[in-house]
């Protein structure tokens, strides 16, 4: 790919904030280039600083952990020994903590402070792609302030998810894309989105279309940076339908990822915004968008021309559709946690603001907001499960761990998980294959070890040994529960709940059913995974990874992918095996 634009052109129009070389040896450093360094600096250090008094680990990223614990182990990318099931969304991530525990790092402190250091590096090359928009010019903090005020994005600084990968990625992505760079190193950087998370290649897709606008390139430019941008997502892609049988991850295909819930997600974006007055500092930064001269921030006329206009709305643009995205699917059950990224999108080009006296005003403006809502704004049912589904996540924990850092489990005031675990390895010290489900349903399995079905997952799997099975009953590590079709009333992403007749059914020993299940539905369900689908779906999941198998799930990922059965038994028997 060709730039029409000159190196020189661009350190001429955008030229870099000072180095850390320079800063520390002090000399010819004016105080102009003293304020351009603070004002990315310091939005970076106050985060690092917030995300380290509320740093905790999710029970959702202790599934990232067991996966990685199988690889290290020598079992792959799964998450139970024997059933080829990806459980980890962040693909990125899942391989960053793999590289983490090859030195024999601690996976859960890792997690925690490798997302809380991305967290930072991600808000410091937000100020400096921002200060690169408008050229050698002084600057205020403006977008930084919002994200700083919120206490979501304090809570999911650290969080062990892929949060903080997800921030550094696209502020690194935004300012490779100020720079109108026409590398294929760009080109593939900007192409990881789907790496990082699925529906962040919304924004690959904005960013990309944006480079080509900036660059023009030739046709043969183009289709060199289109294989760049596509070569590891699409690799990966591969992989993904012959290993796994799907393509996308599990998690994607249990929580319904391609169906609408429009009310759900407006509810969901309403609990986000409400609690927080998000309309201030929205209203503040339009203003800065109306006031400043030329009538748009971005229009700003720099020492050496205007700032350009397609790096400043392609994060406007990927932010919406972010936003629209998860509106669509019923939003998430973690508060506020998957309209981060679009929000930080969103606020990329005013994330620094040149020094103007509607700037200036709105940076003093929302100042005010953001140190109201860090000091006393909350959402109404903190530490608690709120009556939409959605929790505030890092309290739950906190409440269940009695611990104000949970980042190693205990549970220590959760006294039900406590038991689980207790139960776990009671039944692994027997030595006999056992199968658990929830805390009522106890039977020989058809397995080596324990297998347990146990709602939170992260906890399940951290006490199951590598060599059982930790099973859920909503289907994120479980492809059985994840084709099931949703029950509806449940929380968002956990509205599918497969009853216990089918792990019986899948699991268990036939000569040992326990009280309280129906024989005839055990019966029905043993059937039909012997049938259509079903059964293919257990082949491309627990047959051994031939050559042939590989290309059999690759041929038949689409139809496996969106396969979904009744979770009555009788039904599903009826459907998938007919009269046979």
Same mark, same amino acid.
């Given at each position: 790919?060709?730039?029409?634009?000159?190196?020189?052109?661009?350190?001429?129009?955008?030229?870099?904030?000072?180095?850390?070389?320079?800063?520390?040896?002090?000399?010819?450093?004016?105080?102009?280039?003293?304020?351009?360094?603070?004002?990315?600096?310091?939005?970076?250090?106050?985060?690092?600083?917030?995300?380290?008094?509320?740093?905790?680990?999710?029970?959702?990223?202790?599934?990232?952990?067991?996966?990685?614990?199988?690889?290290?182990?020598?079992?792959?990318?799964?998450?139970?020994?024997?059933?080829?099931?990806?459980?980890?969304?962040?693909?990125?991530?899942?391989?960053?903590?793999?590289?983490?525990?090859?030195?024999?790092?601690?996976?859960?402190?890792?997690?925690?402070?490798?997302?809380?250091?991305?967290?930072?590096?991600?808000?410091?090359?937000?100020?400096?792609?921002?200060?690169?928009?408008?050229?050698?010019?002084?600057?205020?903090?403006?977008?930084?302030?919002?994200?700083?005020?919120?206490?979501?994005?304090?809570?999911?600084?650290?969080?062990?998810?892929?949060?903080?990968?997800?921030?550094?990625?696209?502020?690194?992505?935004?300012?490779?894309?100020?720079?109108?760079?026409?590398?294929?190193?760009?080109?593939?950087?900007?192409? #990881? @989105?789907?790496?990082?998370? %699925?529906? &962040?290649?919304? !924004?690959? +897709?904005?960013?990309?279309? $944006?480079?080509? /606008? =900036?660059?023009?390139?030739?046709?043969?430019?183009?289709?060199?940076?289109?294989?760049?941008?596509?070569?590891?997502?699409?690799?990966?892609?591969?992989?993904?339908?012959?290993?796994?049988?799907?393509?996308?991850?599990?998690?994607?295909?249990?929580?319904?990822?391609?169906?609408?819930?429009?009310?759900?997600?407006?509810?969901? #974006? @309403?609990?986000?915004?409400? %609690?927080? &007055?998000?309309? !201030?500092? +929205?209203?503040?930064?339009? $203003?800065?968008? /109306? =006031?400043?001269?030329?009538?748009?921030?971005?229009?700003?006329?720099?020492?050496?021309?205007?700032?350009?206009?397609?790096?400043?709305?392609?994060?406007?643009?990927?932010?919406?559709?972010?936003?629209?995205?998860?509106?669509?699917?019923?939003?998430?059950?973690?508060?506020?946690?998957?309209?981060?990224?679009?929000?930080?999108?969103?606020?990329?080009?005013?994330?620094?603001?040149?020094?103007?006296?509607?700037?200036?005003?709105?940076?003093?403006?929302?100042?005010?907001?953001?140190?109201?809502?860090?000091?006393?704004?909350?959402?109404?049912?903190?530490?608690?499960?709120?009556?939409?589904?959605?929790?505030?996540?890092?309290?739950?924990?906190?409440?269940?761990?009695?611990?104000?850092?949970?980042?190693?489990?205990?549970?220590?005031?959760?006294?039900?998980?406590?038991?689980?675990?207790?139960?776990?390895?009671?039944?692994?010290?027997?030595?006999?294959?056992?199968?658990?489900?929830?805390?009522?349903?106890?039977?020989?399995?058809?397995?080596?070890?324990?297998?347990?079905?146990?709602?939170?997952?992260?906890?399940?799997?951290?006490?199951?040994?590598?060599?059982?099975?930790?099973?859920?009953?909503?289907?994120?590590?479980?492809?059985?529960?994840?084709?099931?079709?949703?029950?509806?009333?449940?929380?968002?992403?956990?509205?599918?709940?497969?009853?216990?007749?089918?792990?019986?059914?899948?699991?268990?020993?036939?000569?040992?059913?326990?009280?309280?299940?129906?024989?005839?539905?055990?019966?029905?369900?043993?059937?039909?995974?012997?049938?259509?689908?079903?059964?293919?779906?257990?082949?491309?999941?627990?047959?051994?990874?031939?050559?042939?198998?590989?290309?059999?799930?690759?041929?038949?990922?689409?139809?496996?992918?969106?396969?979904?059965?009744?979770?009555?038994?009788?039904?599903?028997?009826?459907?998938?095996?007919?009269?046979?």
């Amino acid at each position: 790919m060709t730039s029409t634009y000159s190196p020189a052109r661009r350190r001429r129009e955008v030229p870099p904030p000072s180095s850390f070389p320079e800063l520390l040896a002090g000399r010819n450093i004016s105080p102009q280039a003293w304020l351009r360094t603070a004002v990315w600096m310091i939005p970076a250090l106050v985060v690092a600083f917030a995300g380290f008094q509320r740093r905790w680990m999710a029970d959702d990223a202790y599934i990232y952990v067991r996966t990685v614990r199988q690889i290290l182990a020598g079992n792959g990318p799964v998450f139970n020994a024997g059933e080829r099931v990806e459980s980890s969304t962040g693909t990125l991530w899942q391989w960053l903590l793999v590289a983490a525990g090859l030195p024999g790092a601690d996976l859960a402190t890792a997690a925690v402070y490798g997302g809380l250091l991305l967290t930072a590096v991600g808000f410091a090359l937000a100020g400096i792609g921002a200060l690169r928009l408008y050229g050698d010019r002084a600057g205020l903090p403006l977008g930084s302030l919002v994200l700083l005020g919120l206490p979501p994005v304090w809570d999911f600084a650290t969080s062990g998810l892929e949060t903080g990968l997800a921030t550094c990625w696209i502020a690194g992505a935004w300012l490779a894309l100020s720079t109108r760079s026409a590398s294929l190193v760009t080109s593939l950087l900007l192409g #990881l @989105g789907p790496l990082v998370r %699925p529906d &962040l290649g919304l !924004v690959s +897709a904005v960013f990309l279309a $944006a480079q080509w /606008l =900036l660059v023009r390139p030739t046709r043969r430019g183009t289709l060199a940076g289109v294989a760049s941008a596509v070569a590891l997502p699409g690799a990966y892609e591969i992989f993904r339908a012959g290993y796994y049988g799907h393509l996308v991850p599990l998690p994607a295909v249990t929580k319904e990822a391609a169906q609408s819930l429009w009310g759900r997600g407006f509810g969901y #974006l @309403g609990d986000f915004s409400m %609690p927080y &007055l998000l309309w !201030v500092p +929205a209203l503040l930064v339009t $203003a800065v968008l /109306l =006031l400043s001269p030329g009538r748009w921030a971005w229009r700003v006329t720099a020492p050496h021309g205007r700032v350009p206009l397609v790096p400043a709305l392609a994060p406007l643009v990927a932010g919406l559709l972010c936003w629209l995205y998860v509106i669509k699917i019923g939003g998430d059950f973690m508060h506020g946690r998957m309209l981060l990224p679009g929000l930080l999108l969103m606020l990329l080009p005013v994330f620094v603001v040149p020094v103007t006296r509607a700037g200036a005003l709105a940076a003093v403006g929302v100042g005010v907001w953001a140190v109201v809502c860090a000091g006393w704004l909350r959402i109404p049912y903190g530490g608690q499960v709120g009556p939409a589904g959605i929790a505030d996540e890092r309290g739950v924990y906190i409440r269940h761990n009695a611990d104000a850092h949970p980042i190693h489990h205990t549970f220590a005031g959760a006294p039900w998980h406590v038991a689980h675990a207790h139960e776990v390895r009671e039944a692994e010290r027997s030595g006999a294959p056992t199968l658990l489900w929830g805390d009522h349903l106890r039977m020989a399995a058809d397995s080596p070890s324990v297998t347990a079905s146990y709602a939170v997952l992260g906890w399940n799997g951290a006490v199951v040994p590598l060599n059982g099975a930790a099973l859920d009953s909503i289907g994120l590590a479980y492809p059985l529960a994840a084709h099931s079709e949703r029950v509806g009333g449940g929380r968002v992403g956990h509205d599918k709940q497969l009853p216990a007749t089918w792990l019986a059914a899948d699991r268990g020993d036939p000569a040992d059913l326990p009280p309280g299940l129906d024989p005839a539905r055990v019966t029905a369900a043993r059937r039909a995974l012997r049938c259509g689908a079903l059964a293919e779906l257990r082949s491309a999941t627990r047959d051994p990874l031939t050559p042939g198998r590989f290309l059999r799930n690759v041929a038949g990922s689409w139809e496996r992918t969106t396969f979904r059965f009744p979770d009555d038994p009788m039904a599903a028997e009826r459907e998938l095996c007919g009269g046979r």
